[in-house]
């Protein structure tokens, strides 16, 4: 083969592999606020209609376990498996999203196309989350306020703030891809399953499982070396 030849075809592949950068993104959340917000509103609303002697005062039994950080990444993690449909902000499929006063639910999957501004102002996987939560999907956000907040607290792997405000009925599976494609990104999967106190961070580099301590530096040292790689290639 030719060295034009041999050129042209490198130069295929890589316009080929390296097309759109995008977000991915799988999604399977039933987040149950805490309790204890529930119980500080209803009691902020009452208004006592004459004065009751005050009952003894019994200290709340403390929790027996809390979220921490595992020794090894989930593999048995069952992500969101829907066919996508076309969508303007790429494609998607919706399948489950209720939200209540203490409840909220996403179950979806998709992905972003990052257009020009996107991709110039991503520099962290904060950013990434940003943009989530901006994007609709059949009119409902990919992620609501609550949501950010929780995703949030995994990425800096706060699991005593997390504790305290989702209930430990809470099930949380999160995996999120920043990239050209799966086989060409940098992603995080947060899993915490139904009645568990334990949640499982992982990092996939081209969606293979780093089998080393979650560092979300490390995530947003990939993520930066996209966007300067796309940028360059303009």
Do not use: W
């Not at 950068?21 to 987040?31: A, F, Q, S, V």
């Not at 949501?147 to 999120?176: H, P, R």
């Not at 996939?204 to 947003?220: A, G, Q």
């Not at 070396?225 to 290639?233: A, C, H, I, L």
Request: glycine content about 2%; some cysteine; aromatic content about 6%.
């Amino acid at each position: 083969m030719k060295f034009k030849d041999l050129f042209d075809k490198e130069m295929l592949v890589e316009q080929h592999i390296r097309k759109q950068l995008k977000i991915i993104y799988e999604i399977d959340m039933n987040l149950i606020k805490a309790q204890e917000e529930t119980t500080e509103k209803q009691s902020n609303q009452e208004v006592p209609q004459q004065p009751v002697q005050q009952p003894e005062t019994v200290p709340a039994e403390p929790s027996q376990s809390a979220l921490a950080e595992p020794t090894s990444p989930d593999i048995n993690a069952s992500p969101v498996t829907n066919a996508p449909s076309p969508q303007e902000l790429g494609v998607a499929s919706v399948v489950t999203e209720e939200d209540t006063e203490d409840k909220v639910e996403r179950k979806m999957s998709g992905e972003v196309v990052l257009n020009d501004l996107e991709k110039d102002n991503i520099q962290s996987f904060e950013d990434v989350i940003d943009i989530l939560s901006k994007k609709e999907v059949n009119g409902d956000k990919v992620f609501d306020d609550f949501c950010v907040e929780v995703v949030t607290l995994c990425c800096n792997q706060k699991f005593q703030e997390l504790q305290a405000i989702i209930d430990k009925k809470s099930k949380i599976f999160v995996e999120i891809y920043f990239g050209y494609n799966k086989d060409d990104s940098v992603g995080v999967r947060f899993s915490k399953r139904l009645n568990s106190d334990l949640l499982t961070s992982t990092i996939l580099i081209d969606n293979e499982i780093v089998t080393t301590k979650f560092s979300i530096d490390r995530v947003n040292q990939r993520i930066i070396e996209f966007r300067n790689y796309e940028v360059k290639r303009k």
